[in-house]
């Protein structure tokens, strides 16, 4: 069965800081991977979403990024945060259904 | 336009009463439905699906959702709630697969808070 890893657990940045949120895959090869925001502890929100290495599609415009530079690794960057930029991101893939990751709780101050 | 919804923000239920948070979608084709259930400072759990078949749909924990075409509803229910149950759940659509490939994309209702009182 499929595993996801993300790191780290938390993080604590100040404004105009670089991020970078690590997204790992095992169990499965190919999948497509996505990341997700969750704001205030509820709705998702679609970030990003990538069907193969070096494929990835923005759903809405913002201050991020994403790479996928090798099949069951996802990347999640930005070069200055912003304080919207606080959330919840969660990592998922997909095989059959949709398996997400523990979650990164970032907090920008 | 894909969507769904969940009418409810919270549900309030006593331990041992069956409980149902409600979702209803919108979609151009044959629906792919989901049910996830997020504890605090978690990922999103699968709970259950329904792709084709029998409208009663069973899944982990002794829950399970019946679909309903006419009424564009999936709503979640399970016979006898647990303290151990309240969590933020999420109702989700995934429609079919478009022609030349599939993203796979989820459509995310904004959750039901579940409470169960004991």
């Known amino acids: 069965s499929q595993t996801i890893h993300q790191w780290p657990a938390t993080l604590v940045q100040p404004v105009g800081s670089p991020l970078s949120l690590e997204c790992t895959v095992e169990g499965t090869s190919n999948p497509n991977l996505y990341w997700y925001r969750q704001a205030a502890g509820r709705g998702l929100q679609l970030l990003f979403y990538s069907v193969g290495i070096g494929q990835i599609s923005s759903e809405v415009p913002q201050n991020l990024s994403a790479s996928r530079p090798q099949d069951r690794q996802f990347i999640l960057s930005s070069k200055k945060l912003l304080l919207s930029d606080s959330g919840f991101y969660l990592c998922?893939?997909?095989?059959?259904?949709?398996?997400f990751g523990p979650g990164t709780r970032l907090t920008v101050l | 336009a894909q969507s769904v919804a969940q009418p409810e923000d919270q549900v309030n239920v006593a331990e041992g009463n069956p409980l149902t948070v409600k979702c209803t979608y919108s979609?151009?084709?044959?629906?792919?439905l989901f049910w996830y259930v997020q504890y605090p400072n978690r990922g999103l759990q699968f709970l259950l699906k329904?792709?084709?078949?029998?409208?009663l749909v069973k899944g982990s924990y002794g829950f399970e959702a019946e679909f309903n075409k006419s009424q564009t509803s999936f709503h979640l229910k399970k016979p006898s709630a647990l303290v151990s149950d309240s969590a933020l759940y999420f109702c989700?659509?995934?429609?079919?697969?478009?022609?030349?490939?599939?993203?796979?994309?989820?459509?995310f209702g904004t959750g039901t808070l579940l409470a169960v009182q004991p």
């Open positions: 979609v151009s084709g044959n629906p792919y």
């Open positions: 329904y792709i084709t078949g029998d409208n």
């Open positions: 989700a659509v995934r429609d079919e697969y478009p022609l030349g490939g599939a993203t796979n994309k989820l459509i």
């Open positions: 998922a893939c997909t095989y059959n259904e949709q398996f």
